[in-house]
């Protein structure tokens, strides 16, 4: 029990464009999902905090008008980057927690933007 | 604000070796510590969790200690394969957030 998935795997896209990026807890639901970042050779940051029903919560230094996250119901959420750039190009990764401060994370997203 | 911190950044050994990995927190006020092992370009997988009122959790060839007071845990790996070749992250979780450390990589040469 208790997985999360993510799709797509990667994606590589233009700069300019959008991509969005699903993540689904397959046998649970979750009012909450978290996306983290990870650029390479660094640990993984959190970025916000998606709340199903109602507006997601951003750290401080992330974009909401670019980072828009959407919690559409309680086994999925999503994440859209807009107007991508290089330096969004990163590994994206989701998590949803089962139990009180015990998360279950998807296998993450690479977006490479050209 | 809670920093984590894991000593060292890498970590080679020769296969069959027993290594100790280490995290360091500031705050002590956590729920749980978690170790997790993630592969080259690839998400994460849980190795153990440690409840606050946990010392250790044991699995197979690992063994992760907590002490909360002092703000610290190890992740010991007996007998070292190649295979356990990865980046090795802790988190401490408080309110329902993870504070990652910035990862051991560990390689483990045959």
């Known amino acids: 029990g208790a997985v999360v998935s993510q799709h797509p795997s990667w994606v590589i896209c233009k700069s300019g464009t959008s991509v969005k990026i699903e993540c689904r807890s397959l046998?649970?639901?979750?009012?909450?999902m978290f996306w983290y970042r990870q650029f390479p050779k660094q640990s993984l940051m959190l970025m916000a905090t998606s709340n199903e029903g109602s507006k997601a919560t951003y750290e401080q230094g992330v974009e909401k008008d670019k980072f828009l996250i959407n919690h559409a119901s309680l086994t999925l959420s999503t994440l859209t980057v807009t107007s991508a750039h290089p330096e969004d190009s990163s590994f994206y990764i989701c998590?949803?927690?089962?139990?009180?401060?015990?998360?279950?994370f998807g296998p993450g997203t690479r977006l490479t933007v050209l | 604000k809670q920093e984590v911190t894991q000593i060292p950044a890498a970590l080679s050994v020769p296969e069959g070796e027993n290594l100790v990995l280490n995290c360091s927190f500031t705050?002590?006020?956590?729920?749980?510590l978690q170790w997790f092992r993630q592969d080259p370009g690839k998400g994460l997988t849980s190795l153990l969790l440690i409840q606050s009122s946990q010392r250790e959790q044991t699995s197979g060839r690992l063994n992760a200690s907590l002490d909360k007071s002092s703000g610290r845990s190890t992740l010991y790996i007996a007998a070292s394969q190649p295979g356990d070749s990865a980046t090795y992250l802790c988190a401490v979780a408080h309110l329902g957030q993870l504070t990652f450390g910035s990862g051991t990589q560990l390689t483990v040469l045959p």
């Open positions: 998590s949803a927690p089962l139990f009180v401060n015990e998360q279950f």
């Open positions: 705050d002590s006020a956590i729920y749980n």
């Open positions: 046998d649970f639901q979750a009012t909450t």
